[in-house]
């Protein structure tokens, strides 16, 4: 039986999100079935150096093209095709964010069968529908995608399949005192944690506000990312009365700083989520997650309604603080267990990689 090349576009690896789980999808493919190749715009980053042990084929090259000056694109865009052409493989499995089109149009050209994830809720222009269009299939990793972007066109075929997680990798870890030596917490502390892309549709200022407003003795909040924005400059500003408010910079081993905490908050403002998966690593190791009611977030915390809350609603995120922090022990212990068989039970790895094996054959076999 012929093995099925399978190139994964992804801009790259500097940041660990989608690039993680390009990478747990490219080590779980079976070797079998499948040949993976990775194709980066720039091999920078930490994480790059973990990629490059799969010891799976990494192609360096500007994959998109800008549409403008019009008269030069077909140009530029022959590039990219020539590109293609010239890999042997069957499928391109695109991880860019952006809505660019040269992508599946430079594929379509070069006769590789295209398919991209649809990674976040951004939807403001017609490149979102001309990509979804020229794609010959499209993931959907939540549940209002389908309905919000393509449930009323029969010109493009799409499939909500969510992402996965390894729950022998990510479970409970004991309280890492190396950590809680590093910012001085105490096992008393009421720690509050979010590991998150400081970007302002993130709303950590909604958060910090809770935990002021919260009132908890002995609150700690660990905001783990990049600290290097203006947006963070302006986080700076409005915390630096409180030093119980912690900025990490960005982290390799984010486990760590999830063992010390309470509670993960996820406080992201109304444009949604695609699928993040900081919460859900949180919830795999039995931490508490608080998040608000958006598209994402509300797939990974259906069954656990009550601990929504409505976006930018300061004074509702500050009482569901309050909630987590009285909750007897008994209580707390049962939460733990629930929300981490929620993540086995929906979010397996297995099936993680299966239903992209099933869906690659399948296209591949039409």
Request: hydrophobic content about 40%; cysteine-free; aromatic content about 12%.
């Amino acid at each position: 039986m012929k093995k099925l090349k399978i190139l994964y576009t992804i801009p790259n690896f500097d940041t660990a999100g989608s690039g993680k789980v390009v990478y747990d999808l490219v080590k779980g493919l079976d070797k079998t079935r499948f040949e993976p190749e990775i194709l980066v715009k720039h091999n920078r980053g930490e994480f790059f150096k973990e990629v490059e042990k799969l010891g799976v084929p990494i192609h360096v090259f500007n994959y998109e093209t800008d549409y403008y000056p019009l008269w030069s694109f077909p140009r530029r865009l022959w590039k990219v095709v020539r590109f293609f052409k010239g890999l042997d493989v069957d499928i391109i499995h695109s991880w860019h964010w952006s809505s660019d089109f040269s992508e599946p149009l430079a594929a379509r050209l070069a006769g590789k069968s295209f398919i991209y994830t649809k990674k976040a809720m951004g939807w403001g222009n017609k490149a979102w529908i001309w990509r979804s269009k020229l794609s010959h299939h499209v993931i959907a990793i939540n549940k209002a995608m389908m309905t919000e972007f393509f449930g009323n066109s029969s010109r493009i075929k799409a499939t909500y399949l969510p992402l996965g997680l390894d729950t022998e990798v990510y479970k409970p870890r004991p309280y890492n005192q190396v950590i809680a030596d590093q910012y001085d917490f105490q096992k008393t502390d009421f720690v509050v944690i979010s590991v998150v892309n400081m970007v302002e549709v993130k709303g950590i200022e909604i958060l910090i506000e809770a935990v002021i407003q919260s009132q908890i003795p002995n609150i700690k909040l660990l905001l783990v990312g990049n600290d290097q924005t203006d947006y963070v400059d302006m986080l700076r500003v409005q915390s630096k009365m409180h030093s119980n408010i912690i900025f990490t910079g960005k982290q390799a081993e984010v486990q760590n700083f999830l063992s010390v905490a309470d509670v993960f908050v996820i406080p992201t403002k109304n444009e949604g989520e695609g699928m993040p998966m900081a919460p859900v690593e949180a919830m795999a190791m039995g931490i508490p997650v608080i998040g608000s009611g958006v598209a994402g977030i509300e797939d990974i915390l259906e069954g656990f309604d009550d601990w929504l809350f409505e976006a930018s609603n300061i004074e509702e995120l500050a009482k569901l603080l309050q909630k987590i922090h009285q909750l007897p022990q008994h209580d707390l212990r049962k939460l733990r267990e629930q929300i981490r068989q929620k993540v086995a039970r929906s979010y397996p790895i297995e099936m993680f990689i299966k239903t992209r094996s099933n869906l690659y054959e399948k296209l591949y076999n039409k």
